[in-house]
């Protein structure tokens, strides 16, 4: 029995990456990281800002999300997301503009608990990617 | 009868248009393309978020306190209406037909005695609304310096209507965008999205069992702002897609056109020569017989 479910990622430029066969894929959930296997059962759930991993037989990538909304249903793992990277694209003057960013944003005021709380997690993964 | 020198000039003056409708039919083409590939591209998440929030509003259990973005305030005083255009003219009844729909939907509004605000996109829209409705006009926005669509400036727009939403400054929110449905063919359209009006019926939905982290409740609030956004990106998508097209066919029958007047044209210009050139030889001819 194959393992192998299909995987979308979709931002909304465009279709971002599409797998026939991926046989996990572990999501930054907001309540915690994730993994889904074949046959999971129906699920809608949040991503906070860190890495999704997709794993296939022969090889394995990694991609770093801001945010996003995955769908789960029939073994089609749909995610929806605004900002996405390839880890391997990313490269260190990229991450540093990110990582700054990140910090201007968290210096605004008025913001409230869970967009810091966003933030701070944005500027933790990028620097475990540094 | 108008002289030669006239009808030549015209002739050229005619020609040098021709060419410049024709040159723009050809960038309309290529840039339709493009548009036209970026609005297919775009259409799986706008139809996938649509899904998901199906999905969700079908399942939840509290209608009483479900997010005001979906049910609305309870109210219809105010309406807000976001008219999208382009940048852009020369591309024939594009804009005004967005326009007529929306000016007929904002006559009805005031006349059952209710307020307006109108929030335009492309200042081709502000250009033909401010004579009218001037003091409605609460906000004008103009991508002019983005090169292509992108979902940063659908956010900025989607951001300021929720934002206005917050504070309780409209009940109501519909969206004016043409829809691409071919080159010639462009339908303009009223999208109501807020309170969230689902064009599916509630049985159509198929009955899944989701399992939600963290609650339904949790998603929708967050997802909803993210739907507004993304309702306003695709519409700004099928905008770019129906200006390039209608812009297209506009300057194809410019360009017919100029041909026919340059083929009228030069007849009569032919005529009238033709017409000196008799006159003279009857006056030399008469002019030889009186001798």
Redesign the interface.
Known sequence: MSEEFKV?I??????FLSKEDAIEVVVP???GE?GILKDH??????LKPGIIKVFRKTDEENYYVEDG?L?F?DNNL?I?T?TIFKVSDLDKNKIENLISESEKASQQENLDDQSKFLIDQKIEVLKTLN | MASLDDLKKRISSVKSTQKITKAMKMVAAAKLRRAQENAEKGRPYSEKMNNIILNLSSSISDIENAPKLLKGTGQDKTHLCVVMTSDRGLCGGFNSNIIKKAKLFFQKILNENKTLKIITVGSKGYDQLKRQYKDNIVERLSFKDSKNINYFDANKVGMMVIEKFEKDEFDICTIFYNQFKNVITQIPQQQQIIPLKSETKKDEIEDESYEFEPDEDEILSNLLPKNISTQIFKAMLENSASEQGSRMSAMDNATRNAGEMVDKLTIEYNRSRQAAITKELIEIISGAESL
């Open positions: 979308e979709v931002n909304p430029e465009q279709s959930a907001f309540e994730m059962i129906p699920i809608i759930s949040f909304i769908e249903k749909s929806l605004s």
